[in-house]
């Protein structure tokens, strides 16, 4: 007894130092100052003043849904008392509360990161002079700093989140791994786009510097920047450290393992992407994030039956090989197609891989299946953008995507109807 009441004092002790520092609870007053003073300040365009509102307040509704108390159940410390109808029980209610708040949250993340678009986008209008542009700039560095931080908290309290469903008595319940999963899922979004905006972030601060060495900085914009950069709201938040301290104290060793590599992997697949427009690639990047992460968790089922379709390919292709060669060496010429080891690299669209799987298919064409763009010998260009609208389908669908459009053939005769039309609609430009 004395030993567990010690350990969740430890526990305690490194929970609460990263819950009430102003990097962990989601309000940072300097930020809130510098916006509130930008939206009321004259010297700004009237435009200006009204960003710097819209930002503030999407900044209060972010931070006051990370304060919201998710309300969960208390959870039994001795699981030899708890029966597997109670724990179904409050596995079940926690879930729906947990999952509301994250739905909430990640609502209003999203939002934040379009706003982020939206604001970068302002300065390629060629009408605009250069003062305009300083303050837009000026506006895109509190936005992204404001995203960042909020992402950061956000990241903590799904990290916190996780440790309520890291249970003996919830390991034999099947939705528990569901639950895990989605949790897995919003942390690494979470993370991915603190890490996007860290790119961006230095972005944008090295546009300032230019402006601000050609003397096209106002005394303003140059006190906000001054007041921000290198403050509370500058610094990496998310230390690894307090991440591993915490894991370590509070998860079993399989959650442990499964968040790390989770945590590796999305750093990496992020460390090159950006939140800013591109007038090169104007859909937004926060799209090609989400797609990811869901063909990876709620949509992972699509994903493996790709997975599956390269791997037969691979099985495949050396006995087509082997079978050729031998009806060669009887001196005809093989009335099938030998098939090649199907080879795999980025999609042009950059939303899915790309798998040559020539040889499989009875027509040329090309199928998705979930994070897989399957080619049957149509050309690794050929309707990729299309291929990359069904990506989208099959994470909002996530297993109901095969269904669909199964369906949606059936009831066009063989043609894609609705979800191919839908595919078109929602393709990369």
């Known amino acids: 007894m004395f030993k567990k009441f010690l350990s969740q004092i430890l526990i305690a002790a490194l929970v609460l130092p990263i819950v009430v520092s102003c990097k962990d609870n989601g309000n940072d007053p300097q930020l809130t100052r510098e916006l509130k003073r ?29 304060t919201k108390n998710p309300g969960l159940k208390a ?13 179904a029980k409050i596995h079940h209610e926690n879930a729906e509360k947990t999952f509301a708040l994250l739905d909430e949250q990640n609502q209003l993340i999203h939002a934040m990161a379009e706003n982020v678009k939206r604001v970068s986008k302002i300065k390629y ?7 305009k542009i300083a ?30 469903f890291d249970k003996p008595y919830f390991d034999n319940l099947s939705e528990n791994s569901a639950t895990k999963q989605r949790l897995l899922s919003d942390y690494s979004t979470a993370l991915a786009i603190s890490s996007i905006t860290a790119n961006d972030l230095r972005v944008t601060l090295k ?37 591993d301290k915490f894991a370590k104290e509070s998860l079993t060793s399989t959650a442990q393992e499964s968040l790390q590599k989770t945590m590796a992997s999305y750093h990496d697949l992020m460390k090159a992407k950006s939140l800013l427009f591109d007038p090169a690639n104007p859909d937004h990047p926060i799209v090609h994030v989400l797609v990811i992460v869901s063909n ?36 005809y010429e093989p009335l099938f197609m030998e098939m090649r080891m199907p080879k795999l690299r980025i999609a042009d669209s950059g939303m899915q891989i790309y798998a040559d799987v020539c040889g499989l ?40 995507y095969f269904p669909a459009a ?24």
């Open 406 to 429: 199964i369906l949606s053939y059936i009831l066009n005769m063989g043609h894609g109807g609705f979800i191919e039309d839908w595919a078109d609609a929602w393709a990369t430009t």
């Open 207 to 243: 546009q300032l510097v230019e402006l601000k060495k050609d003397a096209l900085l106002s005394d303003t914009l140059k006190l906000t920047i001054d007041r921000v950069v290198g403050g509370c709201a500058g610094h990496e938040r998310l230390d690894r450290g307090q991440v």
């Open 38 to 66: 930008l939206s009321r300040d004259e010297s700004l365009s009237a435009e200006g003043r009204e960003e710097a509102g819209v930002i503030l307040s999407q900044m209060e509704e972010i931070q006051t849904v990370l």
């Open 75 to 87: 959870l039994p410390g001795n699981s030899a008392r708890v029966s597997p109808e109670r724990a």
């Open 296 to 331: 990876l968790s709620w949509g992972l089922i699509n994903t493996m039956v790709g997975l599956g379709f390269v791997i037969t390919a691979a099985i495949v292709a050396p006995v087509t090989q082997v079978a050729g060669a031998g009806v060669r060496a009887m001196g």
């Open 125 to 131: 209008d060629h009408q605009m002079d250069v003062a």
């Open 361 to 400: 298919g009875f027509i040329p064409s090309k199928m998705s299946a979930g994070l897989f763009e399957l080619d049957f010998c149509t050309g690794y260009t050929f309707a990729s953008d299309h291929e990359a609208g069904h990506a989208k389908q099959s994470a909002l669908l996530g297993p109901l």
């Open 135 to 164: 303050e837009t700039e000026t506006l895109l560095l509190m936005n992204l700093l404001v995203l960042r931080h909020i992402t950061q908290s956000a990241s903590r309290r799904i990290l916190m989140l996780m440790t309520k």
